[in-house]
């Protein structure tokens, strides 16, 4: 009896180390994707390459994280009231990839814009405003994390 416990025991020990040792192996993928045209196409492009890469990741069961960087006149890809892609970026946010993508756009733009436009203007409810869309995107290189401009 001694003996089978043994076994069992040393059986879920070894399957316990395989286990963190998978889990320790597992990679982590990091990109930010740039965006500073005022283009539908690029826009597009951006958010294809995003989904592409979460799906990729997906099927291998590898963790990735996409930041989506605006400055400059890619800002109105995350402008509530310009953004053509609104509705996809909605839909990609909310039902397919909501942990993997974050949208960040440059507050340095936004007040550009406003003080140029004479108005106030809101980013679409999944982006996050940052000081520095230039910064930002520098410090996720810094730390790390590839760089995409479609």
Same mark, same amino acid.
């Given at each position: 009896m ?12 070894l ?6 040792g ?12 740039q965006v ?5 196409v ?14 990729a990741?997906?099927?291998k ?5 996409v930041?989506i ?8 890809m995350?402008?509530?009231d ?6 996809? $970026? ?7 990839f ?6 960040t756009a ?5 007040q550009?814009?406003e ?8 980013? $679409? ?9 230039a910064?930002?995107?520098?410090e ?11």
């Open positions: 001694k003996s089978l416990f043994s076994a069992i025991a040393a059986v879920a020990i399957a316990l180390g395989v286990t963190m998978a889990a320790a192996d597992a990679k982590s993928h990091r990109v930010a994707i500073n045209q005022n283009d539908p690029v826009m597009n492009l951006a958010l294809n390459n995003a989904t592409n890469i979460i799906e990741y997906k099927v069961g590898e963790d990735v994280q930041e960087v605006t400055y400059g006149p890619g800002l109105h995350l402008r509530d310009s953004s053509p892609v609104k509705d996809r $970026i909605k839909q990609i946010a909310d039902a397919s909501p942990s993997s993508i974050k949208f440059c507050d340095n733009t936004k550009g814009m003080t140029r436009e004479g108005r106030a203007f809101n980013v $679409i409810p999944q982006a996050t405003l940052v000081p520095s869309g910064v930002r995107l520098m996720l290189q810094e730390d790390g994390w590839s760089y995409l401009k479609p």
